[in-house]
């Protein structure tokens, strides 16, 4: 490579004796260079794909940095987190607008998945929910959009998330049952079949945003806990739960029992996760269980 550029460099040499300045110039200041391109552009780890997660690095001098029009907020080092929800299109756009007024803009092409779809022929089970039901329904989902409406400063998001429990993934996130054709909701978590009474570990540093002090309608002993950066966990159908609201949790304590509370057919853990709006899949940000 490095013979092929000078005999490059010597024809330009002959050419004209202005350009091989400017080259020399900057193969001498290679490095520098090069540390000033990575600067001016975004840094990503993590998948563009349905359901994922990307931790990026924002070029230097990032002021603001906004995704799809919505503001994204940037830790002291650069570093942020975004999402694509379960059902994202094909395309994003990231824009940076640094201190001096310029824009450093990357498109994300957002890679599809093949959602576990099954196809059934028997009609949608009727939803008829009883007075009763609606009446405890309301306020739980107020408890519900309260505790993803909190943002603490916890540093859980910048982690490697590991498994809260380990067994049998009885339930993947995103699968949907089509009944005659009318889709159903997709599963929004991940499920782990488990043992009842089985200890469940916080997969990543957070603060408990909610911890039911009775049974949810379908998610029984809920527990809410947000990761920072609009990154938050849900843990339903807990026998008990064993942290408290505003309290901080560390990667791998214990959290919760696994149950069978509120609508669950068998104890397991159902663990869904959320950034912002956007729903996603736990197990791209734990990798596969070993
Ligand atoms: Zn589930």
Do not use: C
């Not at 007024?101 to 949608?124: C, D, L």
């Not at 929910?129 to 107020?142: H, I, K, T, V």
């Amino acid at each position: 490579m490095r013979r092929r550029f000078k005999i490059v460099l010597g024809a330009l040499t002959m050419a004209a004796t202005a350009i091989p300045a400017a080259i020399v110039y900057a193969e001498a200041n290679d490095a520098e260079q090069s540390a000033f391109r990575e600067a001016v552009k975004f840094g990503f780890s993590g998948e563009a794909i349905q359901g994922g997660v990307m931790i990026g690095d924002a070029p230097a001098g990032t002021a603001s940095l906004s995704f799809d029009g919505e503001a994204v907020p940037v830790d002291e080092d650069g570093k942020f987190i975004i999402a694509f929800n379960r059902d994202a299109g094909q395309a994003a756009n990231l824009v940076a607008t640094l201190d001096n007024g310029e824009t450093v803009r990357k498109f994300i092409n957002i890679a599809p998945r093949n959602w576990k779809i099954e196809h059934v022929s028997i009609n949608r089970r009727a939803t008829t929910r009883s007075a009763a039901f609606m009446a405890r329904r309301g306020p739980e989902l107020a408890q519900i959009n309260a505790a993803r409406s909190v943002t603490s400063d916890s540093k859980g998001w910048r982690e490697t998330f590991v498994w809260p429990v380990k067994g049998r993934i009885s339930g993947q996130f995103g699968s949907q049952r089509i009944y005659n054709g009318d889709p159903g909701s997709y599963h929004s978590g991940v499920d782990v079949a488990a043992p009842a009474g089985t200890y469940y570990v916080a997969p990543a540093d957070g603060v408990v945003t909610l911890a039911a002090s009775s049974p949810f309608t379908l998610e029984g002993n809920l527990l809410m806990i947000d990761h920072g950066m609009g990154l938050n966990s849900a843990f339903l159908h807990s026998s008990e739960i064993l942290v408290k609201e505003g309290q901080e949790v560390k990667r791998g304590q214990p959290i919760g029992r696994i149950g069978s509370t509120g609508s669950a057919t068998g104890p397991h853990l159902h663990w869904s996760m959320k950034w912002n709006q956007a729903r996603i899949d736990p197990i791209l940000l734990t990798g596969p269980m070993e």
